[in-house]
């Protein structure tokens, strides 16, 4: 009887372990941790893919919002498309909207097969006008790998101020990984409450020392 009751315990086990693994595959998509803001006014939103046969990027869709103000523009310049990378490199450009909001958010999000190791590092140049914006890399979250460990995801959110009209990604993998997915989103907004009590004390500060 005993070992009846062993044998059944050890099979509900077993079960919910696999029930678990398939859970988690399941749960293991190229959009994991997409962000609140994506399909707000002022936002835009783009994946890349791997091209199938090579280490390439292909540009798989894009989507912007516009808002009601006839002043907002999206800036001309495209999305890049293929994306070919150069000893782990890749560089990747999106155009955003060039409008007087005061701050910009962008979340990236990384998909790579190869080495589970993070990218060796990830950064942002953007253009406001003629002005040089470098993204402030605000948070970076855990790696995520598949049940296989064939796969691993991060997402990383950075900050621009002042806003800028669109943004370089630069990316720097591991010597012996793939980038499989990229997406990114952003959105023009203006800071956060806490944000504006920063800069306002910055400011007082400022002033004490003039």
Do not use: H
Not at 191 to 203: D, F, I, K, Q, V
């Amino acid at each position: 009887m005993k070992t009846q009751i062993k044998n059944q315990i050890q099979t509900i086990v077993f079960a919910a372990i696999i029930g678990m693994v398939f859970l988690w595959s399941g749960a293991f998509g190229d959009d994991f941790a997409p962000p609140s803001y994506r399909g707000n006014p002022l936002s835009v939103q783009a994946e890349w893919q791997l091209l199938a046969g090579t280490n390439w990027l292909n540009l798989t869709q894009s989507n912007t919002v516009d808002d009601t103000d006839p002043t907002t523009v999206l800036s001309p310049l495209p999305f890049s498309t293929p994306v070919q990378p150069s000893g782990g490199a890749y560089q990747l450009q999106l155009p955003n909207w060039i409008d007087q909001l005061q701050i910009k958010y962008m979340r990236v999000q990384l998909t790579w097969q190869g080495s589970l190791l993070p990218p060796i590092s990830i950064a942002s140049q953007a253009m406001d006008g003629v002005n040089s914006i470098n993204g402030a890399l605000t948070y970076v979250s855990p790696l995520f790998t598949d049940a296989a460990m064939i796969k691993a995801q991060q997402y990383f959110d950075f900050t621009f101020q002042p806003n800028p009209d669109f943004e370089r990604i630069n990316i720097l993998m591991q010597p012996d990984s793939v980038l499989t997915q990229v997406m990114v989103d952003t959105v023009s907004t203006v800071p956060e409450p806490a944000t504006m009590c920063l800069l306002g004390l910055g400011g007082l500060l400022l002033r004490r020392k003039k």
